[in-house]
């Protein structure tokens, strides 16, 4: 089964709603969007390195629970916590800062 990216969902997501729903939605993502992000960019690292959450979770110090609310972008990460998972995957943190769309 192949899945879906984050993007495919939201696109559906989108078609589907009326005007003032749309408007909701862009504020409550634009909020989210960067946990989003980093929550992907984690989940395709550890899938890269063959492991599941619960091993990720195990060389983190954590739950398999809390690695999926990392990954699925429910939660802001700390930079410890980044660190820990970048760690984990024999990876490393790196910031950069962009200018606003």
């Known amino acids: 089964m192949k899945r879906k990216t984050f993007d495919e969902m939201k696109r559906?997501?989108?078609?589907?709603m009326n005007a003032g729903e749309?408007?909701?939605?862009?504020?409550v993502y634009d909020a989210a969007r960067l946990a989003i992000e980093v929550g992907?960019?984690?989940r395709q690292a550890r899938e890269t390195a063959e492991m599941t959450q619960r091993q990720l979770a195990r060389v983190m110090g954590t739950s398999q629970a809390a690695v999926a609310r990392l990954e699925a972008g429910g939660t802001s990460a700390t930079l410890t916590t980044l660190h820990k998972a970048a760690a984990?995957?024999?990876?490393?943190?790196?910031?950069a800062f962009s200018p606003a769309d």
Not at 22 to 27: G, P, S, V, Y
Not at 88 to 95: E, H, K, P, Q, Y
């Open 12 to 16: 559906r997501r989108l078609e589907a």
């Open 40 to 42: 992907d960019q984690i």
């Open 22 to 27: 749309r408007a909701a939605f862009d504020a």
């Open 88 to 95: 984990a995957l024999d990876l490393r943190v790196t910031v």
